[in-house]
């Protein structure tokens, strides 16, 4: 359908009234069904070549309908419209302003308008309508990479694929012959050749990689009309061969010598074999073999393909006193090569090897790796447990001295007989691992610096020397109304010594009076039954039964074990309902009782002696005060009333006025007024056993506070409110303490010393006739 309308758009436009292409048509009837003129677009589509070398703008083609109308205007609305393409608005004309380029945009999509000139209305639906580009053989082939990568294996056949490279046309495919790329090898076609698909292959058999490894070829692509072949693209292809085994090893030399010293340990390189073999390392399968000579268990070789050698290593310990020499013939093979490619000549090669040993100082050798002896336990000191033997491996033969690491139990000798240094102990450690270091003596009779140790085992064997005991702490119980024959326990025993099944132990009773028997059970067991019945829990609550152990060892070994049974109360079940608890016996020894007992009397004696250096330094302290102190005292505790702790000094100006001249009283004299407390007139000579002038001038003072109404008595909270504090007897005031003075007992006052001498006479209950107020 397309193509009829390309082919007659001529004559459309002549003859409008022809109907083509797809129907955009629209039509109506009238009210009294008479026909109008169908009106139609008579196009949908137009043509036109890309990179038109003509003047611009170009015609494209005429948008055209069947309607007549003098005022119509035609507009174009769509990709490029007013741009790209423009339209004459009064006949219709299309008209493209650039060249186009199909490969740019090969479609537009349009809309077509006809409107009336005068009011910018529809006089037709709009339609749709395409510009096709119509495309020209004008672009050249384009590889997508300029450079290719491949790889074949060497000495591959001809026409081994290597790679496939790639090469795109920017031409429409649809057209025959535009985007059709041919591919053809320009340089290196002696060895590759390509197809129209762009495979690389093979054109020479005998690629070999050890003669050239890599080759880079120029690779030319072409249109397949041969069009614009001047303008065809190039890549470069670079290709790399592939190893594969294909060469054989050679040895570097026909021969090789090395020197080794005889101390070489086990696996340990000797020397190395150089060969060449031109593969690569992954391809490399040398193989090496010692031949005309019987060393394979003393040497092997190991193949190193990385760095083409073999490395020579020793399967024993090399003996320079047995051989120094070793003389053999080592082949090179590789038994995986592709003999139908294979370059070299022969499949093996043949090298001789010589292998000198060299002496070496060796340190000397025990006859044995290990050594296993028995003692017997309690042996004898300095008796020979066991010899050991260690040579010089040299051809010298050194003397050998013997030392034992580390071990207070044994000693050896200079001819390596070991012994104990004292009695061994099986109990206290069955198994003895010592070490013994052997030396050579030099000339000098230095010993060595080369040294060897071995293990030697020791087992101390056992005697029958420990008696055996209880197995456990047994605590039995029987009930009181116990019937006889009632089994209250099964006791078993154990042995220090070695308990093998061939021990057996027997028990027996101490003695047959008592309400116990022992049954032995013929297993090393043996249960204690009741032997009478019906215990008196109230007057034995536990019995004591000594039991003898025996075993059957040579020496034969007892003891007697005691065995603590309480008696209990039981309900009618057999149960325990009460038992006593039995007294545990301590452990300790007489040596560590008496020696709690010193550290006891030297505690009680140190603490005696102090009390009694304090009691003197007291006394001492007393008889070196003098009377002015004391006196300070006195009015100190006539003021505050202060304890033991209170020793401050205060101005006795007061006093020692009294004391010297007429003894005045220092204050004014008042009228007498009656006194406010009870007056007990005292015995002045009862109230100091100093002077006579001390009690006077005291009761002066008494005097006079007691009949001074303006001042506070001495006896109140204000005066005694911080007395005392550190006084075990606390405050001394009446208004203080819970009860009146008669109930308080001051004989404690006679305990506290010459300071409160004075006090207690005045207080105390001892001076008969004295009255307290």
């Not at 592939?242 to 020197?259: G, L, Y």
Request: proline share 5%; net charge negative; glycine share 6%.
């Amino acid at each position: 359908m397309e193509i009829c309308c390309f082919l007659l758009l001529p004559f459309l436009i002549l003859a409008p009234t022809c109907i083509c292409g797809e129907d955009f048509s629209w039509a109506a009837r009238d009210s009294n069904n008479h026909k109008r003129l169908k009106r139609e677009w008579i196009w949908n589509k137009m043509h036109i070549s890309e990179e038109l070398n003509v003047t611009l703008p170009h015609h494209v083609g005429k948008i055209t309908s069947t309607i007549k109308n003098p005022n119509a205007k035609y507009v174009l609305e769509g990709e490029g419209a007013g741009t790209l393409f423009r339209v004459d608005d009064r006949t219709g004309d299309v008209a493209a302003n650039e060249r186009l380029d199909r490969e740019k945009q090969a479609e537009y999509h349009l809309k077509a308008h006809i409107l009336d000139r005068t009011n910018d209305l529809p006089l037709e639906q709009p339609s749709k309508f395409r510009i096709i580009v119509y495309d020209i053989n004008d672009n050249a082939p384009v590889f997508v990479h300029k450079v290719f990568n491949g790889s074949v294996q060497e000495m591959s056949p001809v026409g081994t694929s290597v790679t496939t490279i790639t090469a795109v046309d920017a031409d429409d495919p649809t057209v025959h012959g535009h985007a059709d790329v041919s591919y053809k090898v320009i340089q290196g076609q002696e060895y590759f050749t390509i197809d129209n698909s762009g495979t690389i292959r093979t054109a020479k058999a005998d690629l070999d990689r050890e003669q050239k490894a890599s080759y880079t070829i120029l690779v030319k692509a072409v249109d397949g009309m041969g069009l614009h072949s001047i303008e065809s693209g190039t890549a470069t292809v670079r290709i790399s061969l592939i190893d594969i085994n294909d060469n054989f090893p050679v040895f570097k030399n026909k021969s090789f010598s090395f020197q080794v010293y005889e101390n070489v340990r086990e696996g340990e390189e000797v020397g190395r074999l150089e060969v060449e073999d031109i593969d690569e390392p992954p391809n490399r399968n040398t193989k090496f073999s010692i031949v005309h000579g019987p060393y394979h268990d003393t040497f092997s070789i190991e193949p190193r393909p990385i760095t083409n050698e073999g490395i020579i290593r020793a399967r024993k310990v090399l003996d320079y006193e047995k051989t120094n020499y070793y003389r053999f013939d080592v082949e090179a093979t590789d038994g995986a090569i592709s003999l139908p490619y294979s370059k070299t000549k022969g499949p093996k090669s043949i090298a001789s090897v010589i292998i000198k040993i060299l002496d070496v100082d060796e340190p000397p050798i025990f006859n044995q790796n290990s050594y296993l002896f028995e003692v017997q336990e309690e042996s004898g000191p300095k008796k020979p447990i066991g010899f050991v033997l260690a040579v010089d491996p040299d051809k010298e033969k050194k003397k050998i001295r013997y030392r034992i690491l580390r071990s207070k139990y044994f000693q050896i000798s200079a001819n390596g007989h070991i012994s104990a240094l004292k009695p061994l102990d099986r109990e206290e450690m069955s198994w003895h691992n010592i070490t013994v270091a052997a030396n050579e003596i030099n000339k000098d009779e230095t010993d060595s610096r080369l040294e060897t140790h071995v293990p030697v085992y020791i087992k101390v064997t056992d005697i029958n020397d420990n008696a055996p005991v209880f197995a456990y702490p047994y605590e039995p119980g029987v009930c009181e109304n116990s019937a006889p024959g009632k089994v209250i326990l099964t006791i078993s025993a154990t042995d220090k010594d070695e308990m093998t099944p061939q021990v057996k132990f027997t028990y027996s009773l101490t003695s047959e009076e008592s309400n116990f028997t022992l049954i032995d059970n013929r297993d090393n067991t043996a249960n204690v039954t009741v032997k009478y019945g019906q215990f008196n829990r109230e007057l034995v609550k536990t019995h004591y039964l000594p039991i003898v152990i025996s075993d059957n060892g040579s020496p034969r070994q007892s003891s007697t074990n005691t065995l603590t049974i309480r008696v209990c109360k039981c309900n009618e079940e057999g149960e325990f309902t009460f038992c006593e608890q039995a007294a545990k016996q301590t452990g300790v020894s007489v040596q560590a009782l008496i020696a709690i007992l010193i550290c006891i009397v030297t505690i009680i004696v140190i603490m005696v002696l102090i009390a009694l250096r304090k009691r003197q330094k007291k006394d001492l302290n007393v008889l070196r005060k003098n009377v002015p102190e004391i006196h300070e005292q006195l009015v100190a505790y006539d003021e505050e009333g202060g304890g033991e702790m209170d020793t401050t000094s205060y101005d006795v100006s007061v006093l020692n006025s009294v004391r010297q001249g007429n003894m005045t009283s220092p204050r004014m004299t008042m009228e007498a007024r009656p006194c406010m407390y009870p007056y007990v007139q005292k015995t002045p000579g009862n109230l100091l056993s100093g002077p006579g002038e001390m009690g006077v001038m005291i009761e002066m003072k008494k005097g006079e506070a007691d009949n001074d109404g303006d001042l506070l008595p001495y006896d109140t909270l204000h005066i005694y409110g911080y007395e005392g504090a550190e006084s075990i007897a606390e405050s001394l005031s009446s208004l203080g303490s819970g009860s009146s003075d008669s109930d308080i007992d001051y004989d404690f006052l006679n305990d506290w010393g010459p300071r409160f001498k004075m006090l207690a006479e005045l207080y105390g209950l001892e001076s008969s006739g004295d009255l307290v107020y």
